[in-house]
C-alpha cells in the first residue's frame, strides 16, 4: 500500500502537470516551472555541498556528500523529455543520490530540444563521461545514470561508448527511462489514468521535438532497438503507475537475452520518478537508499560511509 505521503503527492503532480506540461505550453514556460519552481518544493540535503564545474566545455556541478569517496562518481543525466531539466531541477535528489552511495556525483547540462536536435544530448554525455576518464577516474569507478529522458541517455550513452571502443563503466542506473521514441508500449493506453505525469500527446510533441528527422528506431534514440551486447550491469527502477512502464520491461527483457546483468524493480504503486521527492516521502527514501547501495556493490573495491 503506497505511504499516505505518497498519496498527496500523487494529487499535486495532477495539479503541477496540468499548470506545466501540456502540449500547447511554451518549452521556456515549461523549464521554468521545471527548474525555478519545482526545486523549491523539496527539501535541501544535508551533509552534500555543491561545487561548479565544466566537463570538457559542457556546464556541470558536482554534489559532494561529506566523507565522499573521491576515486568514484555518479555521472548523473537529468530527465525532462529532452526539452526541460537541468543541473537545478535535479541537483537536491542527486545529492541524496551521492550520499547514500558515498561518492562523488557529477551532473550536466546537456544540450535540449528543440534548440539541438538528436544526437546532441548523446554526444555531449559521451563526452561528459570520457572528460572523467582524462580526469583520472578509474572506469570501474563510474556509474552512469539517470531518470526519464536520463534513463534514456544512460542506456544511448552506454551503446555509444561500446560501439567506440571505450572502456565501460562499472553499471548503470536508469530510473523510470524512456527506450522507445514510437511509445509502442501497451502501458501508454493501460496506465494513462493511473499516471499522474506524463501524457502521450505532450511526450509526443517533446519526441518529435528532440528527433527531428531522425529515425524513432535509430538505436541511440530509442535503446530498445539497439544491440545490448556487452553492456555492464544495470539497475532499472519503475513504478506500476507509469505508462512508460513497458518501456522498462521489454528493454529488461531484450537486455537479458543480450547477456547483459539486470536488477529490475517494478515499485507497487509509484508514478514517474517518484525519487524526486527524495526527503519527503518514504518509498523515495527507500528507492534512493538502493540505488546507493547498488552503485557501492558495482564501483570496483570502493568503499565509504553515508
Known sequence: MPSLASRVVVTNLRLYSALSWRPCYPVGYQRYMMSSLAPRMMPTPKGVRREPASADGIQAAWAIPDGADDSRVILYLHGGAFIIGSIESHWKMVARMARAAGCRALLIDYRLAPEHEFPAAVDDSVRAYRWLLAEGYRPDRIVIAGDSAGGTLTASTLVSLRDAGDPLPAAGVMLSPATDMEMSGETFKTKVREDPLIRQAWGGKCIGMYLGAADPRDPLAS???????GLPPL??????????LDDSRR????????GVEVDLEVWAGMFHVWHFNCGRMPESNDAVRKIGSYCREKMNGATGGQ
Open 223 to 229: 535503446p530498445l532497438y539497439a544491440d545490448l551486447k
Open 251 to 258: 528493454f529488461a527483457e531484450r537486455a537479458r537475452e543480450a
Open 235 to 244: 539497475l532499472i527502477q519503475v513504478g506500476t503507475r507509469e505508462v512508460l
